[in-house]
């Protein structure tokens, strides 16, 4: 059960697994809280010039940290910093999204290197608790960093390892089977920037899939819900986009209409829902005014005989 459900209060491991922590490296058409993000980011670096610099020493500091471990045979418990060490790369992972919004994109590649780095670090050193989810967490914000790039090659490695990663595992966590949706969707972007049209429909499939099992489990929290909904509709809007494309018009309109439905079923007090609704039905609008009007066979009646 993921910690959003439970009516305890989420402590240590539990309230970094938090929806409302990680729900920012989810795909979404438009987030206000990604822009609002990009903003304190800036924020922050102009009042302190060396923000970054600190930033990228504590992640090299925990990687060092890592190798002394694995030198003297030693884990890193959670009574030994396990949860302080996940904040950090949290908190980086948070910081490189707003580094990308703001288009520094040395500083976005570089923490989000590090965080993969880290993670696989500190699942190579810990033995009592599964890594896996942060692991594909770093991997899913690096994949997504890269294609804003068109370094889609990178952007493929680093989402296949993720998914290689989910599988490996048995796993059926709510959290980590949505994180591995959105290494799918990501994948379908990389696929849609090469025209590999129909590569693109499987791997969005896949997130559909992947995405619609679990994330709704994930929490509770009507304000969440209303997040869930835009991240489906999402999916659902770029399903409809590959479509468009195959100029499968009617089949586009269908899932264009079904991110309408979600959007509309989930609305909360959120500002992105409206802007979504709007882009949606624009491209509705597009599908409709390029779709083949049917047109009509008049049959010749025979001519009489004689």
């Not at 002394?68 to 910081?95: D, P, R, W």
């Not at 969005?204 to 709704?216: C, L, R, Y």
Request: hydrophobic share 40%; net charge negative.
């Amino acid at each position: 059960m993921a910690a959003d459900e439970t009516g305890e209060s989420p402590s240590g491991l539990q309230q970094l697994m938090l929806f409302r922590h990680w729900s920012l490296f989810l795909p979404r058409l438009t987030s206000e809280p990604a822009k609002l993000n990009g903003a304190y980011t800036l924020m922050r670096q102009q009042r302190n010039p060396a923000f970054f610099d600190q930033l990228r020493e504590k992640l090299h500091q925990i990687l060092q940290d890592c190798d002394m471990l694995h030198v003297s045979g030693q884990a890193c418990s959670v009574e030994g910093g396990l949860e302080k060490v996940l904040n950090v790369v949290l908190q980086s992972l948070v910081f490189a999204m707003g580094f990308l919004q703001n288009r520094q994109f040395h500083k976005a590649f570089v923490l989000g290197e590090l965080c993969v780095q880290v993670s696989d670090q500190l699942a190579d050193a810990e033995s009592a608790v599964d890594l896996t989810f942060w692991r594909l967490l770093c991997r899913v914000y690096l994949g997504g960093a890269y294609l804003q790039l068109r370094r889609t090659s990178d952007a493929r490695r680093v989402l296949e390892e993720a998914q290689e990663l989910g599988a490996a595992v048995e796993e059926t966590r709510q959290s980590l089977q949505s994180i591995l949706g959105a290494c799918s969707y990501a994948l379908a972007q990389a696929d849609l920037d090469e025209s590999f049209t129909e590569k693109a429909l499987d791997h969005v499939d896949a997130a559909i899939k992947q995405m619609e099992g679990n994330i709704w489990e994930v929490s509770q929290n009507l304000e969440d819900k209303e997040v869930i909904s835009n991240v489906l509709a999402t999916l659902y809007h770029f399903r409809g986009h590959c479509d468009f494309l195959c100029d499968r018009f009617d089949v586009a309109l269908s899932w264009y209409e079904s991110a309408l439905t979600v959007l509309g079923e989930h609305r909360d007090l959120g500002t992105d829902t409206d802007a979504m609704v709007a882009y949606v039905k624009h491209d509705i609008q597009r599908a409709i005014c390029l779709r083949p009007k049917a047109e009509t066979v008049l049959e010749t009646a025979p001519e009489p005989v004689g």
